[in-house]
């Protein structure tokens, strides 16, 4: 089936620095989403794309959808402390009405 | 809206034992998934309905796994029997028109032991 490659798998930074991630598909996505997870909790929707090139923001938070449409990535600009979590890429292959979901990126934050 | 409720959030039982997780969505979604969550394969999708209707089962693991929705508000999924390999974290989604744009419960922790 489907499988998107998330990198990195983890991220140590300091407060006040920019985190990149991003994703990778072998095929065609129609959709691209980006969760985030804190610890004892379900995924919390952060940014949706749903056209090729699109560029979204939502706060420090900005996410693209790649003009291949086999990729996507999300930027966190200025860190702060409740950053901290796994951030999941999750597609829509094209055709499928259901989500793949990336491995995730566990982001920690040094004060 | 209060979101995705599920229940309960932690359930241990011994091998063997039927376990019920449920599910009530968002008002107005129309669109409900399962996924389950284990450090080892990442969150997978279980099986989703549309209008209470399951559309795609292939991710059921296998018979002793079952899911239903008798209602627009409701849903369980049942494991029987359970073991142990069934520990997970299980997550309920629902979403409205748009099948991709699921919005998570916050989980059931399941531990068979």
């Known amino acids: 089936g489907q499988q998107l490659n998330q990198s990195p798998q983890s991220m140590f930074i300091q407060e006040g620095e920019d985190v990149s991630m991003n994703c990778t598909s072998s095929s065609i996505f129609n959709t691209w989403l980006w969760y985030k997870q804190d610890p004892g909790e379900g995924p919390v929707l952060l940014i949706a794309?749903?056209?090729?090139?699109e560029l979204t923001s939502n706060g420090r938070l900005t996410a693209q959808f790649g003009i291949t449409r086999k990729d996507s990535f999300l930027n966190i600009s200025a860190s702060i402390p409740s950053d901290v979590g796994i951030y999941f890429c999750a597609g829509a292959p094209q055709g499928a009405q259901k989500l793949v979901f990336g491995q995730g990126t566990r982001l920690t934050i040094n004060p | 809206d209060a979101g995705v409720i599920q229940s309960p959030r932690h359930e241990v039982t011994e091998m063997g034992q039927e376990v019920t997780l449920r599910c009530k969505p968002i008002?107005?979604?129309?669109?409900l998934f399962w996924y389950r969550q284990t450090m080892m394969r990442g969150l997978e999708l279980l099986i989703y309905f549309n209008n209470n209707v399951p559309i795609d089962d292939s991710g059921m693991p296998e018979d002793r796994f079952s899911a239903k929705m008798p209602n627009a508000s409701f849903s369980t999924l049942k494991i029987q029997p359970s073991e142990p390999r069934d520990s997970a974290v299980y997550f309920c989604?629902?979403?409205?028109?748009?099948?991709?744009?699921?919005?998570f419960g916050q989980g059931t922790r399941l531990t068979v032991v």
């Open positions: 008002s107005g979604h129309d669109y």
């Open positions: 794309l749903y056209k090729a090139g």
């Open positions: 989604a629902s979403s409205f028109i748009r099948a991709t744009e699921a919005f």
